[in-house]
C-alpha cells in the first residue's frame, strides 16, 4: 500500500511527549482533586509532579508552535472559510463514524501532506490547540503560584475562578483523551494511525498513492 | 456623732500638717527605696490595712498603700503629689463621699497617667482595650487594671509565668499558653501582643507579623516543601498548623476587589448584622445564594465586593497552644481532602469600626457550591473545598469518553454479526 509523509519528526517528538505528559497530568489531577478516594501518591509529590510536568508540557508546546509557524505545513491547521463546505464535510464525517464505518463504507476524507485532518479533526484541534490548552497552560501557572501572580488572578476573580476553568478543562480533556485514542484505532487497520505517529508515514489507498 | 465629727478634725488637722511638710519638701525626693519624708507623711494614715472608703454607690475604694511595695516602685521616685495633685490641705479628706464608682475613679487617674505617659497613651488609644472602653464595656481594661499605681514595677519585672496581668482576663488563654512553646522559651504575652497597643487578634497581619519578626527565614524554609508557601502564609493562619490540637474553622472576609482593601464597618452605621440577618431569611447560616446577595448588598459604586477566606483556630486558647515545629502539621490531605475538619465550619466577616472582627455563621457548603464561585473567588482550596457540581461533571466526561468508544465498539461488533443480514460488508 502506498505510503505519504504525514507527521514530520518535530511533530512526532511534541505528539509522544504531549501523550505522555497529558496522561501524567490527568492522573496527578485526579490524585490532586480526589485524595482520599485515590491515594496512590502523597499529595505533594503529585503536586511536584504535576508542576514539573506542566512546564515540560509548555516546552513541548514550543517545538509544535515553532514547527508549524515556520515551515509550509501551517497549511494543515488552515480552516476552511466556507461556512457551507465545512458544515457539508463535518456532516459526512460524522456520518462515516456513526453509521458508514459500521457498513463498511469508505472514510469520505482522503489524508494528504498539507490536508491530513478531516473536518472534524480540524475543527476539534483548533479549538484545542488555540484555545484550551494555552488556557490550561495559563490558568495552571497561575495557580502554580498564586502570590507571584496574585494580581493577574484577583483582576480574573479570584482563585476560586482560575482554579474552576482549570478543572472545567481538565474535565474536557479527561473526557476528550480516551476518545481520542479510541478514533486513533479507527484507520483502515486498528494500529495504522498509531503506527503512522511513530513512523511519520500514512498508508493511503491506491489512488491516491502519489500524495506525497 | 460628736465623736465622728472630732475624729474628722483630728484626721484633718493631722493631714495639714503632713501636707505643709509635703508641700514644703515636694521636691526633696529621697535616694533609691527609701520614701521622702512627705510621701512618709501620707502613707502614715494610707498604709494602715483595711483603709477603705464607701463610695456614692455602695462600692468600697480601697485607700491602702503598701508601703514597701510603693517605695520600691517606680512611681517612688514622683512621690504620691505628682500623681494626687488634686488633693489639697483644704480637701482631704472629703468630707463628702466625691467618687461615684470605683470606675470612675480608674477612669480619672487614667488622665493622670496619660499626663506623664503620653506616648504610651497614645498607643493604648488605639489599642482593642481603649476601643471596648470607649463603647462602655465597664470590664475593658484602663491603666490602672494592669498597673497597680502603687507598685509600679518596670517592664523587665513583669512575669510571664503567670501571665499578670493580662491572665486576670484572659486566663482560659493564658492556660493554654502556658504549655505552649513561646511559654516555655519565657515569653509573655506582651512579646507577640504589645503591652498596650493591643489590636485584635484577627484583624490586619499584626500578629502574622510578629511571628515573622522572630522567625525570619521562615518562609524560606516553608518554601523548600511547602508548594505554594506564601499563598500559605496569607491563607493559613500560623497556628493552624502550628497549634496541632486546635479545632479550625474558615473566616471568609469581605474584601473590595480592585482596591484589594479589607472592608471596614462605617462608624455609627453598622449594617453587616441586619444585611446578614435579612439574607439569611431562615436564621440557620447564610447559604450560597444569601451570601451571594449579602455580598450584592455591599457592591459600591463600580466596586464589587469579594470574599476571601483565612483558615485560623476556632478558639482564643487553640490559637496559643503553639507547640514546637516537629509537632507542626505537614500532612496535606488534612486540608485538601473533601470533607476536610477545617471546612466544616465557617463564617463571614467585616471589620468593625472598633477594629474587632463582626462576624456572621454560614453554612459549611458553600464552599463546596457552584453559585460561590463568584462571591467566594478569594478562597479555594484543592480537594478540600471542591465545587460538588464539576465532580458530576466529571462522571459524565468519563462516561462519555469511554462508555463512547466502548457503545461504538459495540455497535460494530453487532454489525459486523448481522452485516450480511443488512446488506454492509462483512469486513467493515
Known amino acids: 500500500m502506498p505510503r505519504i509523509y504525514v507527521h514530520p519528526l518535530p511533530v512526532r517528538i511534541w505528539h509522544w511527549i504531549n501523550a505522555l505528559g497529558f496522561l501524567v497530568m490527568l492522573f496527578t489531577g485526579f490524585q490532586l482533586r480526589y485524595i482520599g478516594l485515590i491515594d496512590v501518591l502523597s499529595f505533594r509529590t503529585a503536586v511536584v509532579v504535576h508542576n514539573w510536568t506542566g512546564f515540560v508540557l509548555i516546552g513541548n508546546f514550543f517545538i509544535w508552535l515553532l514547527f508549524y509557524l515556520f515551515s509550509d505545513k501551517i497549511r494543515v491547521y488552515h480552516p476552511e472559510l466556507s461556512p457551507l463546505k465545512h458544515f457539508r464535510a463535518t456532516f459526512r464525517q460524522a456520518m462515516f463514524y456513526g453509521y458508514g464505518i459500521f457498513k463498511g463504507q469508505p472514510n469520505p476524507f482522503h489524508v494528504s501532506v498539507y490536508n491530513k485532518f478531516n473536518s472534524l479533526q480540524s475543527m476539534s484541534y483548533q479549538v484545542i490547540m488555540m484555545l484550551l490548552v494555552p488556557l490550561q497552560f495559563y490558568t495552571g501557572v497561575l495557580l502554580w503560584d498564586v502570590k507571584r501572580f496574585s494580581g493577574m488572578i484577583n483582576a480574573l476573580g479570584g482563585v476560586r475562578v482560575v482554579d474552576t476553568a482549570h478543572v472545567l478543562i481538565f474535565i474536557f480533556f479527561a473526557g476528550f483523551i480516551p476518545f481520542h485514542m479510541y478514533l486513533a484505532t479507527l484507520g483502515h487497520t486498528r494500529t495504522a494511525h498509531l503506527k503512522s505517529m511513530l513512523t511519520g508515514y500514512e498508508e493511503v489507498e491506491e489512488e491516491q498513492g502519489g500524495g506525497k | ?428
Open chain 2, 1 to 428: 456623732m460628736y465623736g465622728k465629727r472630732l475624729a474628722t478634725v483630728v484626721m484633718a488637722a493631722s493631714f495639714a500638717v503632713a501636707m505643709a511638710f509635703f508641700l514644703g519638701q515636694g521636691t526633696a525626693r529621697a535616694a533609691g527605696n527609701a520614701l521622702s519624708p512627705a510621701d512618709q507623711q501620707c502613707l502614715a494614715c494610707h498604709s494602715a490595712e483595711g483603709f477603705e472608703k464607701k463610695l456614692a454607690n455602695g462600692e468600697t475604694l480601697s485607700l491602702y498603700v503598701p508601703g514597701p511595695a510603693f517605695a520600691k516602685s517606680v512611681h517612688n521616685a514622683i512621690g504620691c503629689a505628682s500623681c494626687h495633685a488634686d488633693i489639697t490641705l483644704e480637701n482631704h479628706p472629703p468630707l463628702k463621699a466625691n467618687i461615684a464608682s470605683i470606675r470612675e475613679n480608674q477612669l480619672a487617674l487614667t488622665k493622670v497617667c496619660q499626663s506623664c505617659h503620653a506616648d504610651i497613651f497614645k498607643q493604648y488609644e488605639g489599642s482593642i482595650h481603649a476601643a471596648l472602653v470607649r463603647e462602655g464595656n465597664q470590664s475593658a481594661p484602663v491603666c490602672t487594671d494592669c498597673h497597680n499605681p502603687h507598685a509600679v514595677m518596670s517592664k523587665a519585672e513583669y512575669d510571664a509565668a503567670t501571665g499578670t496581668p493580662c491572665s486576670k482576663c484572659h486566663d482560659p488563654i493564658f492556660k493554654a499558653y502556658a504549655v505552649s512553646v513561646h511559654a516555655k522559651a519565657g515569653l509573655g504575652c506582651a512579646s507577640c501582643h504589645h503591652a498596650h497597643d493591643v489590636s485584635a487578634a484577627t484583624t490586619g497581619d499584626r500578629l502574622k507579623n510578629e511571628c515573622l519578626g522572630c522567625h525570619q527565614d521562615v518562609l524560606a524554609a516553608h518554601q523548600k516543601w511547602l508548594p505554594n508557601a506564601a499563598q500559605h502564609f496569607e491563607t493559613v493562619s500560623c497556628p493552624a498548623c502550628h497549634a496541632p490540637g486546635a479545632k479550625l474553622k474558615v473566616d471568609l472576609r469581605l474584601y473590595d476587589n480592585a482596591g484589594q482593601q479589607r472592608l471596614v464597618e462605617k462608624v455609627g452605621v453598622p449594617q453587616f448584622q441586619s444585611r446578614a440577618r435579612f439574607a439569611d431569611a431562615e436564621g440557620t447560616g447564610l447559604n450560597a445564594m444569601a451570601l451571594r446577595s449579602l455580598l450584592r448588598g455591599f457592591n459600591q459604586e463600580g466596586i464589587k465586593m469579594t470574599l476571601r477566606g483565612r483558615l485560623e483556630a476556632s478558639t482564643g486558647p487553640g490559637a496559643h497552644r503553639l507547640m514546637d515545629k516537629s509537632q507542626a502539621i505537614r500532612n496535606c490531605a488534612k486540608c485538601h481532602q473533601a470533607g476536610a475538619s477545617p471546612f466544616q465550619s465557617v463564617t463571614v466577616s467585616i471589620v468593625g469600626p472598633d477594629g474587632r472582627l463582626v462576624r456572621y455563621g454560614a453554612k459549611h457548603e458553600v464552599l463546596n457550591s457552584i453559585i460561590s464561585v463568584d462571591s467566594i473567588g478569594g478562597f479555594y482550596t484543592i480537594g478540600g473545598t471542591r465545587i460538588k457540581l464539576l465532580d458530576w461533571l466529571l462522571v459524565l466526561a468519563l462516561l462519555g469518553g469511554i462508555g463512547g468508544p466502548l457503545a461504538h465498539l459495540t455497535i460494530n461488533w453487532y454489525f459486523k454479526r448481522y452485516a450480511k443480514r443488512i446488506g454492509g460488508d462483512e469486513d467493515s
